[in-house]
C-alpha cells in the first residue's frame, strides 16, 4: 500500500493547479458528450461558481499529495457541515496505476476523521470505469445516477 501524505497548497501554488484544473474539468466533460468549446465554457462556469473567491473561497481546502519527497498527486475538497465532498482529485499522468489514487484517497478519509467529518462524497465521470472502479472498491456506493440524451 502506497503511503501518501497531504499537504495544503500554498495561493502561488493554488494559481497553476486552478487553472490545470479547470482544463482537465473541460477534457472530462468534452468526453461526456460536449463539443470542447462548450466544455470549456462549462468548465470556466462551473469553478467560477465553486470558487467564487479561489483559494480564499470558504470551507475549501486543496493539498497537493506526496509520496516522500515526489508529488504524486493532488486533492480539492470542500466541507460543508459534517460532509466533504471531494471536487477534484489527480494522480500525476506518469504515475498512474500504482496504488496513488487509493493513497490520496485514503489519506483524504483520514482527514476527514481528523476533522470529525461522517461522510465524503464525490462524483465520477461514467467514461472514467477505473476511477469507479476504485471508488467502489474504496466503499463508496452509487446514490444517483445523471443520464443525458443527445438530440
Given at each position: 500500500m502506497t503511503d501518501v501524505r497531504l499537504e495544503?497548497?500554498?495561493?502561488?501554488q493554488y494559481r497553476p493547479w486552478r487553472a490545470e484544473g479547470e482544463a482537465?474539468?473541460?477534457r472530462s466533460v468534452?468526453?461526456?458528450g460536449q463539443s470542447a468549446q462548450e466544455a470549456a465554457r462549462t468548465a470556466a462556469d462551473t469553478y467560477a461558481k465553486l470558487l467564487p473567491d479561489e483559494f480564499t473561497t470558504p470551507d475549501n481546502h486543496f493539498w497537493y499529495a506526496w509520496d516522500g519527497d515526489r508529488r504524486v498527486g493532488f486533492l480539492w475538497m470542500k466541507v460543508t457541515g459534517e460532509t466533504a465532498f471531494v471536487y477534484n482529485v489527480a494522480v500525476e499522468p506518469d504515475l498512474r496505476r500504482r496504488?496513488?489514487?487509493r493513497?490520496?484517497?485514503?489519506?483524504?478519509?483520514r482527514w476527514c476523521q481528523e476533522n470529525a467529518l461522517t461522510r465524503i462524497g464525490l462524483q465520477v465521470f461514467a467514461h472514467n470505469p477505473?476511477?469507479?472502479?476504485?471508488y467502489e472498491q474504496l466503499g463508496f456506493t452509487e446514490v444517483s445516477r445523471n443520464m443525458a440524451k443527445d438530440l
Open positions: 495544503p497548497m500554498t495561493e502561488d482537465h474539468y473541460a468534452a468526453a461526456s496504488g496513488y489514487g493513497g490520496i484517497m485514503l489519506a483524504a478519509e477505473g476511477a469507479r472502479a476504485l
